[in-house]
């Protein structure tokens, strides 16, 4: 019905930079909000950023400053660029949207499969 497809992962050195997109498809009438989550062996799921429809943004404090979210409404597409990172930023990353799939309908929520991000220390 709805599918999420990430792109943009792989592996960077410490201090250096990448740029993830999630592109929203299938039957969509409007995304209220897009985001992202991160999760890193044998931690949980995290927050990392969001992006609500009027533009309005969210961030985890430990992204703050290098990290920046930003989406295209026409696309259904959100857009992570992670500066500076650190090997804590090591994780798979997940993009996250909530949905409405006709004018009557509630927000769903859905998830895609996940980019790795790996910075080694």
């Known amino acids: 019905q709805v599918q999420l497809m990430e792109s943009g992962g792989g592996l960077v050195q410490p201090g250096g930079s990448l740029r993830l997109s999630c592109a929203a498809s299938g039957t969509i009438f409007s995304i209220y909000a897009m985001g992202w989550y991160r999760q890193a062996p044998g931690k949980q799921r995290e927050l990392v950023a969001t992006?609500?429809?009027?533009?309005?943004?969210n961030y985890a404090d430990s992204v703050k400053g290098r990290f920046t979210i930003s989406r295209d409404n026409a696309k259904n597409t959100v857009y992570l660029q992670m500066n500076s990172l650190k090997p804590e930023d090591t994780a798979v990353y997940y993009c996250?949207?909530?949905?409405?799939?006709?004018?009557?309908?509630?927000?769903?929520?859905?998830w895609g499969q996940g980019t790795q991000v790996t910075v080694p220390s």
């Open positions: 992006i609500i429809e009027s533009g309005r943004t």
């Open positions: 996250n949207a909530g949905v409405r799939v006709r004018p009557t309908s509630g927000y769903g929520d859905y």
